[in-house]
């Protein structure tokens, strides 16, 4: 048995059935030894960021690692950018990434490169293979690294002689290192101040805090003390809709964050990270909380925030509480576009247990209070600001579920052309997801900024930021990569063709004019 | 004067005046600056391998440094892979990396990564600048450290703060490091074993060595000694076409790279380093060369070749000689394509002066000795193996030529599709260059490295390597991104096609079938 062999099968004993892969030629035998060993699903992107981004998506779904196949270190490269968003989101990831043999890379041929320095800026875990013996041990540990609460990004370099060489060694699952538990200290102190102030305390969400099973016992805490609850800005995944917590997230802008946080004397950080800008400007503050306010860890990114959340009701005695309902579902509004008129009409026509993929950025920053009387879903955001997530992401949680759940696609068009070969999967895939572009023909976001710091962008601000010459015909795109597709000027006609695609099982795109 | 208006009048003073930029909030007083003060140039590419490939293409052929406008760790990410061509290229570029302000970096905001560390793995010169004071004299060292022989990459990473603060200073011009001569000894050595035993000596040539003026000097020592003359397989420029060398390249294929180069006892390194194998194989050695070969470096790649070629000239007394006719030129082929078919066509229709962006990969390895009786051109290669460099390569060195060059982009399917949003540059920037993708639907080198090793590839690989499911329309795809495209299915189309894009001044891409 090779190295490449004894991978393989290591990763199937260890519940890797799926493999995101951009191969070349240093990862041959891996591929080869898929084609002799069945049990994993491999999906090709054509592009790396394609890739990583599908690990990511296909992680937030199902809940455990997949694996990547990356070529070299420019491989590793393309893909960085979805893996620095996917550590942000602390999704599982075992990325495999071939590397020339360990006797050629002392001759420093072309695609060389410091493979081990540009892992490591997105890993929780690196290594690289010795030897074809060592790669089964290997990859089990990346594995079992990758599966904690709070993990991340396991990377293996695999020299492509430890692929190719005889002497591979199967290795079993290694248990999944456990969390930390919480400290009962923690569990207290947040049960007083929730006692004493629970009017001015806010508990904050973070990681799998946002799930339905957390929410549940989260909604009883508030509901016992009159605290309040919020999302951080930047989720990874939050369960929304009838039946979950009407959540909203912080806001982006740091006015609009600071006014909503200088109610709040305590902050109760569940798996969440105290509150700070997405980027600094001159004359504003990086921190979104009042100077005086306590800031009170009750989990960490690598604590089971279940068990912190059940122990924090329990010291609490918090009864039973049923999460309220969020009203009369909104109907399908007519005309052209707004946030708002948006964010009603995907409610109105979303099929139950969708997937909404939000790259939809400043256009999409307050679709969350217009859309909590949808049916029960799930709703991604981009966690680490690399933009080009979108795609891709919505592509790795289409095959996480297994084409037994609507994915919703929001895209705004400026990032939707950093990963737009994700489409092409999508095609090949032939995967349930409804793509809209919401297509204003230009980066906003700086634009918004720009004009945020009191300038007035010039000619060639304007121009930097215009995507109008030419305008992207994002129709044709589509269809050049095999995903049918139609435009809207309405809101009337965008709900049409979503729910057009809706009832077939390919994927759609939508490019809606803002 | 703030940080940024300082790095934007230094860069000016310096000679910089192309600015390839996918900019960001954090670069929005840079762009703030450039509205203010013209001298700049700013070329948008919608994704940063675009941008950073660009500015690859535009100093191959400009011979002076542009610079690129990043956006934080990710956005260099992303034009990471290009970058490391780039590096391989020896090409000199100035990154300016935006990023975080100082004091919102420790806070850890979702977009913060280790930039200095990921830009490090590209980069000849790093800095990041500490405050707007030393913005201008940062950015000088850094043109400055570009613009060295062999120089390279410099990456100048600004926090916003330095950039929007006060106290800006503009910088003059620092002198380029000059390159340390050629060794008398080294000149001596190599002519004593061109004398004694020229036919077994071969002469590689590397770096700016395969440039016009070096080749007119290397002719005059071939011719009279009798030695052999080839370039590096992955040479950034090749001068060639009538009144040019014939110059053969290292082959790619080990077995045929060993073939060719066992009949040389002796060879001279000129600005390029030992050949060695792209990638390691079981069973076949990493050098190329023979054993007992003698390896004798000339000059090394931080070097001036010129002075080392006509130092050894002078040594040699090697009398002024014509470098020969290519003999007649070729005819136009008729019919399906073939590598060498193609080569004869572009051969006979390529206009005076142009540039060919080669990343015909596998198709194309074969394609220089049919193409020497051309008109004189230049030839860009894939220097650094990370595919996805000859769209952006193409624009880049199309802007560097104004207008007056015709580029050739000679484009396999699968690499276009890493960063095919250049074509929308090129429409954007109406720029003279016609593409040909050189469509197979496939990853071809793969499959051709797959039978090498002797394996049959299976399912699951051919799956992998396939990228017919579903078939990429070309023509569809160029036309959404502004770029006038027709299909050839013969070479006579192609070259119809070709011929017919020659007379406009705008973009235009033939999706001929292999």
Chains 1, 2 share one sequence.
Request: glycine share 8%.
């Amino acid at each position: 048995m090779n190295g490449a062999q004894s991978l393989v099968r290591t990763l199937i004993g260890c519940g890797v059935d799926t493999c995101f892969a951009n191969p070349g030629t240093s990862e041959m035998h891996f591929i080869a030894a898929l084609d002799t060993i069945p049990g994993i699903k491999c999906v090709l992107g054509l592009q790396e960021n394609v890739v990583t981004g599908m690990a990511d998506g296909y992680f937030r779904i199902a809940r455990k690692p997949a694996s990547t196949l990356l070529h070299c270190g420019p491989g590793l490269s393309n893909g960085l950018a979805n893996l620095h968003n996917a550590r942000r989101a602390r999704s599982g990831i075992v990325n495999i990434i071939g590397d020339h043999a360990t006797f050629h890379s002392p001759l420093d041929p072309p695609l060389a490169a410091d493979t081990e320095a540009l892992a490591r800026t997105v890993s929780a875990w690196l290594r690289t293979c010795r030897d074809a013996s060592s790669v089964g041990r290997d990859a089990a540990a990346a594995v079992a690294e990758s599966s904690r609460i709070g993990g991340g990004i396991s990377s293996l370099i695999l020299p492509s002689d430890a692929s190719w060489g005889e002497g591979g060694v199967i290795a079993g699952p290694l248990p999944v290192p456990s969390a930390p538990h919480v400290d009962a200290l923690s569990i207290d102190t947040a049960a007083r101040v929730l006692r004493s102030s629970g009017s001015k305390v806010l508990l904050l969400l973070g990681g799998d805090a946002t799930l339905e099973e957390s929410q549940r016992v989260i909604w009883r805490i508030a509901a016992a003390t009159g605290a309040k609850v919020m999302a951080e800005f930047s989720c990874a995944r939050v369960a929304r809709g009838r039946g979950r917590m009407q959540l909203p997230r912080v806001p982006y802008a740091v006015p609009a964050a600071i006014k909503t946080l200088e109610a709040f004397e305590t902050i109760v950080l569940v798996n969440a990270t105290a509150p700070v800008a997405f980027f600094a400007y001159p004359d504003q503050p990086s921190r979104l909380y009042r100077d005086d306010a306590m800031v009170h860890q009750l989990s960490r990114v690598d604590q089971d925030p279940f068990e912190a959340l059940n122990a924090l009701a329990a010291a609490l005695n918090a009864p039973s509480a049923n999460i309220p309902d969020p009203g009369e579902r909104p109907a399908i509004v007519r005309g052209a576009s707004t946030p708002e008129g948006l964010a009603h009409t995907i409610a109105a026509i979303m099929p139950e247990n969708a997937i909404v993929s939000d790259e939809s950025l400043s256009y999409g920053w307050g679709l969350y209070p217009f859309t909590y009387a949808a049916p029960p879903h799930d709703w991604l955001h981009l966690t680490g600001g690399a933009i080009g997530y979108g795609l891709p992401v919505a592509t790795g949680a289409a095959i996480a579920a297994a084409g037994n759940r609507r994915v919703i696609s929001l895209q705004a068009d400026g990032s939707a052309m950093y990963s737009l070969q994700s489409l092409w999967t999508q095609a090949r895939e032939r995967l349930p997801i409804t793509t809209v572009i919401l297509n204003n023909r230009s980066y906003n976001i700086p634009i918004g900024e720009y004009k945020s710091v009191g300038a007035t962008p010039g000619r060639t601000a304007m121009d930097m930021l215009d995507l109008s010459k030419p305008a992207i015909d994002w129709v044709s795109l589509a269809g050049s990569l095999g995903v049918e597709a139609a435009r809207a000027q309405t809101l009337e006609q965008c709900a049409d063709l979503m729910k057009h695609s809706f009832v077939g099982l390919e994927p759609f795109l939508v490019d809606l004019s803002i």
